[in-house]
């Protein structure tokens, strides 16, 4: 079975994502206090700042999308099943944070920096775009032998990349919180829907064992 092949692991996603986003903003005593230790830590070491900064642009819209239709456009190529389903996700699950973003409206927080991100502050565009295209890749593009591997660095690269939003100070921590979890759940109903068209064999699972493999005609 994989990590997605259980609807409570869904439904577990998607609950962490509505806590973050009723629970979380300038209201939050967790998040102001977050926001104002990174404050701190911005003006105490700037240097380290300034990686985030650096780190940061891997969630951009340019590494996110721009990686992402490159891998569904290698796949094509390749005649590999598959760059439908990347392509579909990569592009849906982008414009759903989009959308959520202005339905929430949560204000971001009040930056000590020279720039102001123009979209609301939930949930965390990086966060979402980077842990469902990187993990959509490493699920749907990734040859089997490599695939767990692929999946573990994609979900750490996600991590790394939501917590320099809070370092930076333009997201709340559970702005991140909620668009992780509302990356792997788009992902999970993809890999879902991969399945039930055959896009996605039973067998390619990220824990537990492996099913007996599928015969390739």
Known sequence: MTIFSRTPILLALLAIFLLAGLLGGPHNAFDMAVSRAMADFRRDWPELASLAAIATQLGSVYATLGLGLLAA?????????????????????????????????????????????????????????????????????VPRPWRRSAVVLAACSSLLIGLTRVVLGVHWPTDVVGGWAWGLLVVGLAVAAGRRSGTIEAQHDIVGGHLPPVRED
């Open 73 to 141: 456009s290698l796949l094509a190529i390749g005649g590999q099943r598959g760059a439908a389903l990347l392509l579909a996700t990569v592009v849906l699950e982008r414009l759903s944070v989009d959308g959520l973003k202005m339905a929430v409206g949560r204000p971001r927080p009040e930056l000590d920096l020279p720039f102001m991100p123009a979209s609301a502050s939930f949930p965390s565009g990086h966060s979402a775009n980077s842990m469902a295209v990187f993990v959509a890749i490493a699920l749907i593009a």
